[in-house]
Every structure is written in structure tokens, then in C-alpha cells.
């Protein structure tokens, strides 16, 4: 199962459609918000609502179910920044998910805490450390996981 990972878009539609063709293989398009889109405009992604996508209906969290491993998405604003990892994982853990898909910082992170894992892809707009803008290729093999990190190459 291959996994398409993106977040804080932030209006840049052009980019989500170019990782969407780079990467026609995958199974899932997932954005974890502040798209600024709509669901016709990030198509073939799904997201969950940001706090700068105002003009739209995302669901606030989605639970992807991919069989042996289920994905919380949730955009992730509601958190102090302090308490955001532990807040995720307490509840992917009360939803029975082994992986979270998050954004909202700008910053890419995977980590594994408590048999959870979390993963946010930074942003396709800017990253707030200076790292490189990207998204996360996500591979699933009888519950093992490949992540990856890839940066986004502006044409
Ligand atoms: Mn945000």
C-alpha cells in the first residue's frame, strides 16, 4: 500500500497535482489541511479542515482504514504546541490507529512514540525550520512501514 502525504498547501494547488501525477500508483492522497482548496480543487487528495480553510467542509479528523493499520488525520491546530505530540498519540490510541498524519507546524517530523507513529510532511508552501518545502512517500508491507521524506522540486 503506498501512501501520498501532504500538508499546509496553502493555495498552491499546482504543486498537489504535479505529486498526484508523479505518483499515480498510490492508493491514498492524503492531505492533513490548511489546503486553502476545496474537495474538486485538491482532487485526487482528501483533507481535514485547517484553520485557514474557511470557505470549505473538510472533516475536522478522518480515520483511514487500511487494513492491518489505521491512519488518524487531524490538521492539528487545536493543540499547544507543547502538548500536540503527546495529544496525538493519546488519541490515535483511543482510535485504535497506528499511525498519525498531521500538520499545522511547517515542520516535518516522523517519530515513534508509545507504538505510534507520527508523521508530518512540513508544508508545500514553506517550512518554518528552513528545511526544504516536501511531502512524505508512505510504503505499508504486512505492517512494516517505509517512510520518506521527498522533496518538492519546483518545475
Ligand atoms: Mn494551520
Redesign the pocket.
Known amino acids: 500500500m503506498k501512501i501520498i502525504i501532504t500538508s499546509?498547501v496553502h493555495g498552491h494547488m499546482d504543486r498537489l497535482k504535479r505529486i498526484a501525477l508523479l505518483h499515480q500508483d498510490a492508493d491514498f492522497f492524503l492531505d492533513a489541511?490548511?489546503s486553502e482548496g476545496n474537495e474538486a480543487s485538491i482532487k485526487p487528495f482528501i483533507s481535514v479542515e485547517?484553520?485557514?480553510d474557511y470557505f470549505q467542509s473538510f472533516p475536522k479528523t478522518r480515520v483511514i482504514d487500511c487494513g492491518e493499520i489505521k491512519i488518524y488525520m487531524t490538521?492539528s491546530?487545536e493543540f499547544f504546541s507543547s502538548q500536540r505530540e503527546e495529544g496525538l498519540v493519546k488519541k490515535a490510541i483511543r482510535l485504535g490507529c497506528q499511525i498519525v498524519v498531521y500538520?499545522?507546524t511547517h515542520v516535518p517530523l516522523v517519530k515513534e512514540i508509545r507504538g505510534v507513529t507520527l508523521i508530518c510532511p512540513g508544508s508545500l508552501y514553506y517550512n518554518r525550520d528552513r528545511t526544504p518545502i516536501g511531502y512524505v512517500v508512505l510504503n505499508i508491507e504486512n505492517q512494516n512501514m517505509n517512510i520518506q521524506h521527498i522533496p518538492y522540486v519546483k518545475p
Open positions: 499546509d489541511g490548511d485547517g484553520n485557514n490538521h491546530h500538520g499545522h
